[in-house]
């Protein structure tokens, strides 16, 4: 896994064998990443990252220049894996070990960016908890966008906050934006 753009350019981040992460493909986050450089500049928005395994959204999110960025995972080696990486770049994650469920239901800040990348043996109802949560809680900011990646097997598109679905290779990531009357 290697960072696209940025400061960070090129820089490779390889997960020890050990941890149960899935990084998403250079391809796939170049493209998400080319989408998303269309909506926002990247200085000016706040990320949250859930499920981050070895921090490859936070990282790409960091090295173009976003400054408020939470990375939350509950697996311990990616935690430690990430404060790594982060202190080897001088990078500002702000870094929390948290079952994601239960820090969506705790956390009371917004964001212009949730990007979320569970396992993809997650259930439907799983998934579907994730949209839920963000949008009971009312999450983003006015224009903010829930990214979730999944598999073929999940269909996320009856959500009314759902926008559309994008494929690259095996990857999936459904959209799901935040009203701006909210």
């Not at 009312?138 to 994008?166: A, C, R, W, Y």
Request: with cysteine; proline share 3%; hydrophobic share 35%.
């Amino acid at each position: 896994m290697r960072i696209i753009s940025g400061k960070y350019k090129s820089k490779r981040i390889n997960a020890p064998n050990n941890l149960p992460v899935r990084p998403t493909t250079d391809m796939a986050k170049e493209a998400l990443f080319n989408i998303l450089n269309n909506y926002y500049y990247f200085d000016q928005i706040s990320v949250l990252d859930l499920f981050a395994g070895i921090g490859s959204i936070s990282f790409e999110f960091a090295s173009r220049g976003t400054q408020k960025i939470i990375t939350v995972d509950k697996h311990q080696g990616c935690i430690k894996f990430i404060h790594e990486i982060n202190k080897e770049l001088n990078s500002n994650l702000i870094i929390i070990k948290s079952n994601v469920y239960t820090f969506l239901e705790r956390t009371n800040q917004k964001f212009d960016v949730i990007f979320a990348d569970p396992p993809y043996d997650f259930s439907d109802e799983k998934f579907q908890r994730i949209v839920d949560l963000v949008f009971e809680k009312k999450l983003l900011n006015t224009k903010g966008m829930l990214i979730v990646e999944h598999s073929n097997n999940t269909d996320l598109s009856q959500n009314p906050s759902f926008t559309q679905k994008k494929k690259y290779g095996s990857n999936l990531f459904s959209f799901f934006e935040q009203s701006e009357d909210l």
